[in-house]
């Protein structure tokens, strides 16, 4: 019984609340510091971490008896670098957006605290109600991001995003609230507590329809396909900094949901709809890399890249496989490491090209900016899985893991893999070489983005060098939540 | 020859009517008092005499507060026990804040401020008396009289016309809503032989009668309409979005709350108590009620500009997520109810005193437009709407969402779990509108998608009085401000509510 992880949770709200009485000038950098303790804490977590021992740090108390929801919250392997990616990519997010100018400014970083507060908040929940309150709660602050300081058609952006999103998580909550009540033994109480829900049962019937509830919440927030139909408008109007936050680190938190509730809570429901998830993740990876090179809008390339890396992450979770999941969550950490700084790099690239985000007026940058050139360099290359990076280690396991029973499918995803380079290479090669657009004007970058990029870069690198890091402590947590939804599997192939 | 002699007066419980004879006290000395026209008895004695009124009245409540069941008073009139007094102590919170939201307002001040608070108390008494009914008679009366001031007070902005239009429509409407009450009232009688409700339990249950009399069925049938048409359940919804805009929006106020809240009391206890035997045969009637009203209602209010209409619209939507909790006959559900309608009385409350704040002083009336860019002007003004319309759509973090959460609760353990999916598929359509107003507020200079109806240029309803200096809107700022907080802290420690809930759900016995 620890109160690390609350301080963790709420220091960001803290501080955005803080920032709202600061004056003007002060708010920013308020919550700069509180995403920076944030991240020290997270590294602390880290160090302190022990990979051979279950839920750690666990604050388990009564928040409302009366529905049975408690405030439990804990770290394991599943979730601790979920942790430290939210913390990673919170810190260059607000560093850059301290320094530009914004209207309300004061508004604008007290959503920021509270969207991390919200974030960490449903990674860390070990109750399926708090995760619900949580998840939930995360579309408060960018739907005011998005409304409020985004660009071209925002409001409609906003309103879709939400409503496609928020669709998905009430049909979850009615989900949740179902299998609260139903696995409640005659004359005991109800309980959302996951080890609790773990412990009792209901029946598959009810388990298919339930994960199918879930499935929803979870596809649309990552998104996949054929969930994705708020990506282009919310993409394309989201501030820069939100849309980092949102493509690197929310999209995760849906995937997270599959092994933090669904595979270990109702393992024969995700058995049964296992053929039609994978179906899905595997369209996923082929519509969105195919996408993803035939776009010209730049944010539109990163965001239909994503949908390809969640379709693998997908992939590799639902082939119920040791090395599959493995694969998922070192995957889930690479792709949000490398997302943040491809967006704040995309930042920068657009304010030299006079705001066009169209490829076709883009290029020639590398010429005159030799640092943001080899950054980005860095990051493209772990975005198609080079050889080396953390991500062709992750793909590689997922890959392996869907190879073991669901070969067909695992040769089909590895066609992404190649896709992949084409549409990373085409980026690259668009903005930094090629002729240069009409507006260009070739800079190098700014001391604060080279600070605020840098770093994640150093530990996009880092990880490449020493994946083990990262699995050895994400291992024995991974293994167990599949675990179960894998012994349905196997029984069903006995029968 | 009537033997008088034999004629036994009935035992009059005082303590138990005490809370009843505040308000009823309240009402006629309230009316005396304005004989006396002096500006300070008008302004500021009249209504302070009805704030002390419902004062008295809430002290006593709590003071006659006892959980667990209670045999009804007055030969079985009334029964005063906690549901009863749960849901007076709504209507009095609702008519307080009508009496602060009325300092000001131009319907009191037209219509007499003696008559304008005496007949909101009327109306208040007639709500307590809906729901302390225990007997069919007692039920028609307390009917009777909440609406007829209600008729009333709906029209007492005397010199517009939808003003007049909405007293009329409501009379009119609500008449017909009475008649057939009455009518399945008489059935229910006819079938039964009883009027107290303990015994058309007892004469359902015994041979006589049984379960499926169409008799009694018809009568059931014909009083839910007529309850229906006051709770603005769908199909019988149709007054609502007129009367809600033409009536002066302190008494909107009053009306979208005290008179939901009143009438649930009813449903409650006129189909768990006394028709509890027969929840087999109108749960699923009333199961597709709700799930139409909750249709009707939330599509409706996509298309309103009007805040005043949209805010009828949504309170249609919110009354079949309250008739879920009504259909499933259960003791959860009867909690998940009256939890749900205090919720509904926190932010509803809130998104209404922000409408009149800016009605008063905006020349587009109660036009969404009317509140453009107020999370720059007026942040005290535009986060207590925020918080309401997040609240009705069920955000987590607010009252509205532990209030879904409690009442999806309810229908799944009684075994309509698809009803349960109906009212979050509801509030995702929801979102279309709330979202709007939120957007609205603070994205309005880029221009938000708005239905097209022209802009409508009226004079703010202050245009013709001292309200329209802006000061003068602290009090009604300061309601706002003090329900949206209170949606925030329940949505965030909702324990009391809880705590009350479970002692009002000890009212009824014998249900699942």
Known sequence: ?495 | MLPFAEVQAPEIDYKALSPLMATIGGSIVVLMVALLRSQFVRHTLVPALTGVSLLTAIGLTIWVWEPGEQTPIIEGALTVDTLALGISMLVYVAGLVCVVLSLRALAAREAGHGEYHSMLLGSITGMVILAEASDLITLFVGIELLSIPLYVLCATELRRRTSLEAGLKYLVIGSVGSATLLYGLALIYGATGAMQFDRITDAISSDAVGVGDPLLLTGIGLAATGLAFKASVAPFHQWTPDVYQGAPTPITTFMAVATKAAAFAVFLRLFEHALGLTQLEWGPALAALATATIVVGNVGAIAQRSLKRLLAWSSVAQAGYLLAGVVVGSTLGLQATVFYLAVYLLMNVAAFAVVIARERVSERGDDVSALENLGQTQPWLAWPMTIAMLSLAGFPATAGFIGKFYLIDATVAGDYAWLGIVIVVGSVVSLAYYLRVVAVMWMGRYEVELPTVPRRHVKPVAGWSPEAEARAQSEVAAIAVLFAAATIVFGIWPDPLFDAAREIGTALSGLN
């Open chain 1, 1 to 495: 019984m620890t109160i690390h992880l609350s301080i963790i949770l709420f220091l960001p709200l803290a501080t955005g609340l803080l920032g709202a009485f600061l004056p003007r000038g002060l708010s920013r950098w308020a919550v700069l510091a509180g995403t920076v303790a944030v991240l020290a804490y997270a590294i602390v977590l880290v160090a302190d971490f022990d990979s051979g021992a279950g839920l750690q740090y666990v604050t388990d108390d009564e928040w409302i008896p009366e529905l049975g929801i408690r405030y439990q919250l804990g770290v394991d392997g599943l979730n601790l670098f979920m942790i430290v990616l939210t913390a990673l990519a919170w810190v260059p997010c607000t560093l850059v957006a301290a320094l530009r100018e914004h209207e309300r400014p004061k508004l604008f970083f007290f959503h920021m605290a509270l969207a991390e507060t919200a974030v960490l908040g449903a990674f860390m929940a070990q109750d399926l109600a708090l995760f619900i309150v949580f998840f939930d709660l995360m579309l408060v602050p960018f739907y005011f991001m998005i409304g409020g300081w985004g660009t071209g058609d925002r409001v409609r952006a906003t309103t879709k995003f939400v409503i496609y999103t928020l669709a998905g998580s009430l049909l979850m909550l009615a989900g949740a609230i179902a299998l609260g009540v139903l696995s409640t033994p005659d004359g005991g109480e109800i309980s959302f507590s996951l080890a609790e829900l773990q412990r009792r049962s209901v029946s598959e019937g009810t388990q298919q329809w339930i994960v199918l509830l879930f499935a929803l919440a979870f596809f649309v927030k990552a998104p996949l396909f054929p969930l994705h139909g708020w990506v282009p408008d919310t993409y394309r109007s989201t501030p820069i900094v939100t849309i980092a936050l949102l493509g690197g680190v929310l999209s995760k938190v849906g995937v997270y949901g599959f092994l933090r509730i669904v595979l270990p809570v109702m393992p024969e429901g995700a058995q049964h709809w296992q053929e039609l998830f994978i179906v899905m993740a595997v369209f996923s990876i082929l519509y969105g890399s195919v996408l993803a090179f035939s776009q010209d809008n730049v944010r539109l390339v990163v965001a239909y890249s994503s949908i390809a890396q969640l379709g693998f992450i997908v992939l590799g979770i639902f082939a119920f496989d040791d090395k599959g999941a493995q694969g998922a969550v070192f995957q889930m950490l690479n792709h949000g490491l490398v997302v943040v700084p491809l967006f704040l790099i995309i930042g920068v690239i657009v304010a030299r090209a006079g705001g066009s985000e169209s490829l076709a007026e883009l290029g020639g940058m590398a010429f005159r900016a030799p640092v943001l050139a080899t950054l980005f360099l860095i990051v493209a290359f772990a975005t198609l899985a080079m050889p080396g990076s953390a991500n062709f280690v992750g793909e590689l396991l997922v890959l392996f893991g869907s190879f073991e029973d669901k070969f067909v499918y695992g040769v089909v995803a590895s066609v992404g893999v190649v896709l992949a380079a084409v549409y990373a290479i085409r980026l690259f090669q668009r903005t930094m070489h090629n002729r240069p657009g009409p507006a260009v004007a070739s800079r190098e970058m700014g001391r604060i983005d080279v600070a605020a990029v840098a770093p994640l870069v150093a530990v996009i690198v880092a990880l490449g060098l020493y994946p083990h890091f990262v699995v050895d402590r994400t291992e024995r947590a991974t293994t167990a939540s599949i675990q179960e939804a894998r012994s349905v599997g196997q029984e069903l192939v006995i029968k």
